[in-house]
């Protein structure tokens, strides 16, 4: 198969310098501040989020490590499959996150509910749009069981380099 590879249209900036202790979800984050600054050439792509309460953000993992199929997530002490967990440590560290948008500034998106660690290089930036993306009647597999430490849970480290 072809590589794939794709440039960053923009870099996220938050008060996590590194991923110890970020906390793990967006919804644990909560009024977490941060801005998202979107290069020059893209701004024009801009146009119109303004309208929008929440976005999802697409990005890198930078700095997460080598990856694994199965790992070892932060809600649990059993190795799981990597793609039963949202672990930064997969074969394409790609991360997504739905966040608040404050306000919008030129080329600079104010956000907050940040769970994303300074300098994350962005790939894409989607509106959130609850009609598309909220689903009734989910199962959440392994997580029914370990959700509840979710207001606890923070990165610990051991997915970085």
Do not use: C
Not at 50 to 55: P, V
Not at 68 to 75: A, D, F, G, I, R
């Amino acid at each position: 198969m072809d590589e794939i590879s794709y440039t960053p249209i923009g870099i996220i900036h938050s008060q996590f310098k590194e991923p110890k202790g970020i906390p793990i979800q967006t919804s644990i984050a909560k009024d977490t501040e941060g801005t998202v600054e979107v290069f020059p050439e893209y701004a024009e792509g801009l146009k119109d989020v303004d309208g929008f309460s929440h976005i999802i953000l697409v990005y890198h993992f930078h700095l997460a490590k080598k990856s694994s199929l199965h790992v070892k997530p932060y809600l649990d002490n059993e190795l799981r499959g990597v793609f039963s967990t949202r672990a930064p440590g997969r074969p394409n560290p790609i991360g997504i996150s739905v966040v608040r948008l404050v306000r919008v500034e030129n080329n600079t998106l104010h956000i907050r509910d940040v769970d994303i660690v300074d300098g994350t290089p962005l790939l894409d930036i989607k509106p959130y749009v609850p009609v598309f993306d909220v689903r009734e009647q989910v199962k959440t597999g392994w997580l029914k069981n370990n959700i509840h430490k979710l207001s606890v849970a923070k990165d610990d480290g051991r997915f970085t380099a």
